[in-house]
């Protein structure tokens, strides 16, 4: 299972998701009577370093690949592929000849904007990451404005645009200059940070937008939300790999599939005191 992070410290350190998904796809490979080891990257160049990993793979006797949710950062990942059955997660950027399964983001927005329309809010505005509106082929966004499309009356802001790595200070001036601008009601945003950057920002007087988080923690949340499948992506990974490798399907696939695993809404533990009209 190779990750986009150069060592397991680096992977202990990113999101949870990253991690979820390996907890699954190792409970699906144990449980298939495979072993499953996570795969790091190296060097510098990271195209050479994808024909290294794929010639050190092969000499080790390993013939199944996941590819595991490679970030922007990652434009191209190339090696031998037709000694390999393998599947990739998400990394639609990469634009890989191979079985993919994937999070429903684009659902996941969906939900949220419906849900929010339900509420009475008429104003929504969607926060992402720029880096991940990349790799996961604009799929929050367009689920944004296709479900608006459905909703007469929505007055939509643009999308504002994250960049990664920004603190929740230090993305507060742009969400807050943001807020004003448009008089948004509602925030749909993958970002955690958003409800402190909205209190770091805080004016005297001015109620807060509502806030949907999409891709809530594990633990509880005061926010409403949608809490992705991760660990089950990964099973899901685990057993389109297991299938190629059983029947002896190596190198790249003519006609991809791709499987999408949809979140779960979570109401949030707080009263939800809207900004949004009745």
Same mark, same amino acid.
């Given at each position: 299972?190779?990750? !986009?992070?150069?060592?397991?410290?680096?992977?202990?350190?990113?999101?949870?998701?990253?991690?979820?998904?390996?907890?699954?796809? =190792? #409970?699906?490979?144990?449980?298939?009577?495979?072993?499953?080891?996570?795969?790091?990257?190296?060097?510098?160049?990271?195209?050479?370093?994808?024909?290294?990993? $794929? #010639? &050190?793979?092969?000499?080790?006797?390993?013939?199944?690949?996941?590819?595991?949710?490679?970030?922007?950062? =990652?434009?191209?990942?190339?090696? /031998?592929?037709?000694?390999?059955?393998?599947?990739?997660?998400?990394?639609?950027?990469? !634009?890989?000849?191979?079985?993919? &399964?994937?999070? /429903?983001?684009? +659902?996941?927005?969906?939900?949220? &904007?419906?849900?929010?329309?339900?509420?009475?809010?008429?104003?929504?505005?969607?926060?992402?990451?720029? /880096?991940?509106?990349?790799?996961? !082929?604009?799929?929050?966004?367009?689920?944004?404005?296709?479900?608006?499309? +459905?909703?007469?009356? +929505?007055?939509?802001?643009?999308?504002?645009?994250?960049?990664?790595?920004?603190?929740?200070? $230090?993305?507060?001036?742009?969400?807050?200059?943001?807020?004003?601008?448009? #008089?948004?009601?509602?925030?749909i945003s993958n970002w955690h940070t958003v409800p402190a950057s909205l209190a770091a920002s805080r004016a005297d007087g001015i109620p807060d937008p509502d806030v949907v988080i999409l891709g809530l923690a594990p633990e509880e949340s005061p926010y409403d939300g949608i809490r992705q499948r991760d660990a089950e992506v990964g099973e899901q990974a685990v057993e389109q790999l297991a299938m190629l490798m059983k029947t002896n399907q190596t190198g790249p696939v003519v006609s991809p599939n791709r499987?999408?695993?949809?979140?779960?809404? &979570?109401?949030?533990?707080?009263?939800?005191?809207? =900004?949004?009209?009745?």
């Open positions: 299972m190779i990750f !986009d992070f150069a060592s397991a410290a680096e992977l202990a350190q990113a999101p949870l998701s990253y991690r979820q998904l390996l907890v699954g796809a =190792t #409970r699906k490979a144990r449980e298939l009577g495979y072993g499953l080891q996570p795969c790091f990257f190296e060097g510098p160049s990271r195209q050479a370093e994808g024909r290294r990993i $794929g #010639r &050190v793979l092969a000499c080790r006797g390993i013939t199944g690949i996941i590819i595991c949710a490679f970030r922007a950062r =990652t434009t191209r990942f190339e090696l /031998d592929w037709s000694r390999f059955s393998a599947v990739q997660i998400e990394s639609h950027h990469l !634009d890989l000849p191979l079985h993919n &399964v994937s999070t /429903d983001q684009l +659902l996941m927005a969906r939900e949220a &904007v419906r849900r929010l329309a339900q509420r009475g809010c008429r104003r929504i505005g969607i926060a992402i990451g720029r /880096d991940e509106e990349i790799y996961l !082929d604009h799929a929050f966004t367009l689920g944004f404005f296709g479900e608006a499309s +459905l909703h007469p009356g +929505l007055e939509l802001a643009p999308p504002l645009m994250l960049r990664n790595g920004e603190t929740a200070a $230090g993305i507060a001036p742009a969400l807050r200059q943001w807020i004003h601008r448009h #008089r948004i009601e509602a925030i499987i999408l695993v949809p979140g779960a809404w &979570v109401a949030g533990r707080r009263p939800v005191e809207s =900004t949004c009209p009745a």
